[in-house]
């Protein structure tokens, strides 16, 4: 039973993996970047807590339109980073904002509101569950952001046009194959 949970929250952290490595590549502050990981940590714990708390009434709602939310942040984060790279310009204030810090675990999160509702209809101790698959979730976020800050380290300095180009293909494979 725990293994197919941890598998679970291995699926559902997937996205977050890719996208948190890219993001550990660009010029994120230290103190900003523990808070984007607390941040992280704290959008993929509760976000399946919510799901588990609104179960189907979510998944009448939401249909697929909640799992292309993640997809779409993707492709706009993509987009933004190739402007300023097209333009040279510093990303440093963009990426050391609290927009960055709210608004991308927030939205790369709504796939596991989606695996919280899921679970609801599981025999398994959902509340344990939830916290299991956000807990592996955030995990796999702060893996990611810490590992690609690590990398950076010996890659030139303007990575900002790969980071985004690699963000713009991760969101439009989500878009055409319905995941992460």
Same mark, same amino acid.
């Given at each position: 039973?725990?293994?197919?949970?941890?598998?679970?929250?291995?699926?559902?952290?997937?996205?977050?993996?890719?996208?948190?490595?890219?993001?550990?590549?660009?010029?994120?502050?230290?103190?900003?970047?523990?808070?984007?990981?607390?941040?992280?940590?704290?959008?993929?714990?509760?976000?399946?807590?919510?799901?588990?708390?609104?179960?189907?009434?979510?998944?009448?709602?939401?249909?697929?339109?909640?799992?292309?939310?993640?997809?779409?942040?993707?492709?706009?984060?993509?987009?933004?980073?190739?402007?300023? @790279?097209?333009? &040279?310009?510093?990303? @440093?204030?963009?990426?050391?904002?609290?927009?960055?810090?709210?608004?991308?675990?927030?939205?790369?999160?709504?796939?596991?509101?989606?695996?919280?509702? &899921?679970?609801?209809?599981?025999?398994?101790? @959902?509340?344990?569950?939830?916290?299991?698959?956000?807990?592996?979730?955030?995990?796999?976020?702060?893996?990611?952001?810490?590992?690609?800050?690590?990398?950076?380290?010996?890659?030139?300095?303007?990575?900002?046009?790969?980071?985004?180009?690699?963000?713009?293909?991760?969101?439009?494979?989500?878009?055409?194959?319905?995941?992460?």
């Amino acid at each position: 039973m725990l293994g197919t949970v941890i598998f679970f929250g291995v699926l559902a952290g997937a996205d977050n993996l890719q996208v948190c490595s890219a993001l550990g590549l660009l010029p994120i502050r230290g103190a900003r970047k523990h808070v984007l990981a607390l941040a992280f940590t704290a959008c993929e714990t509760m976000a399946p807590l919510a799901g588990l708390a609104l179960g189907r009434f979510l998944l009448w709602c939401a249909g697929g339109a909640a799992a292309r939310i993640g997809p779409f942040m993707m492709l706009a984060c993509g987009i933004v980073i190739l402007f300023y @790279a097209v333009r &040279g310009e510093d990303l @440093a204030g963009l990426v050391n904002g609290n927009k960055m810090i709210m608004g991308v675990p927030v939205a790369l999160s709504f796939d596991n509101l989606l695996a919280g509702a &899921g679970i609801s209809s599981l025999h398994y101790p @959902a509340v344990v569950s939830a916290l299991v698959i956000g807990l592996v979730s955030a995990v796999m976020s702060c893996t990611g952001l810490y590992l690609g800050a690590w990398v950076r380290r010996f890659v030139p300095n303007r990575m900002e046009f790969a980071v985004g180009a690699y963000l713009c293909v991760l969101a439009g494979r989500a878009m055409f194959t319905g995941g992460a």
